[in-house]
């Protein structure tokens, strides 16, 4: 699944980070102002601003939201100020590129209560309804690379706008909702900058979907009805298993123990690195490690946290 491999990338740049107790990274002041400067006065969205640069599109937006300087990989910040304001529409622009992606953006602003009407001026369509449908058909592979801007540029606008400030209805906005809901589309918040154009990506509706923990925090959460992807890797469990229900795995000891014997750490370095009152956490990293209590879900991801690595990475297999 792409989501798990995009965890388990972000765990190893977290080990490496950790490992070598020096991110190479420089302040970000400067790409920040850069970004929106591309975005605001050139009408350039993230994704393509990440496109220009060969970087992810969540680096770039992360620099257009960041408050202060804070941190950016060198390699990242300086691709990002290389990027020069797109070019008026040439060849490249009316090529075809995948679909995919824009698909979602549209049945995202769906679910979110948008309607017809207000996309199909939003995204760059100059109001024709039909050809917004058109887009919608699931057997269309293909669209023009500056459509394909338009949408993304209306869905950066409309993702968090609230769709009676365009003039739609309670009535209109519960149709559109019912609609996007009927044909199992995801909301915004279920992609991120990274996923959303990658077609071999699943909406992420639990953090874990695709894997076999997903089934439980879909109905643990009320997050229905379970995705598919949960279907597939819960059934697949239960025939690897024979056990019908998901079992939340457990905090590891041993686990912990490896993992501070790696890094040459005791329980007093962890528990500083954790933060908070340093007798106190000490003291509840040498229960955990003997046994004696179990850290709650929030000490398990400041635990997991200050060790570089994800919760998981600390639950019996
Ligand atoms: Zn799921």
Known sequence: MPSAEHRRKAQKRRRFLHATGRPPKLDTTEASRHVRWLHDEHGMSMESIARKAGVN?????????AEDGGGGYRAVVEKVLRVRPEPPPNVYQAAHVCIVGSQRRVQALFYIGFNGRVL???LGFNGHISNLWRLLEPH???LSAVRRESIAQGFEKLQDADPADF???N???SRSVGLAKAKRWAPPHCWDVDTIDDPK???EWTGVCGTPQGR?????DGVLPVCAPCWTADKARRDETGQSRYRKPEFSPAKLQALLDSREWSAAEVGRRMGGDIKHTRESVYRWLNGERKPAPRSLDRLASAL???PEDLEVE
Do not use: C, T, W
């Open 120 to 122: 199909a001026d939003e």
């Open 201 to 203: 990506a699943i909406p």
């Open 308 to 310: 570089g690595v994800m």
């Open 57 to 65: 599109a969540s680096s770039v937006s992360r620099f257009y939201n």
């Open 140 to 142: 269309r592979k293909v």
């Open 216 to 220: 439980y925090i879909h109905e643990r």
């Open 167 to 169: 003039g739609i209805s």
């Open 171 to 173: 009535n209109l906005q």
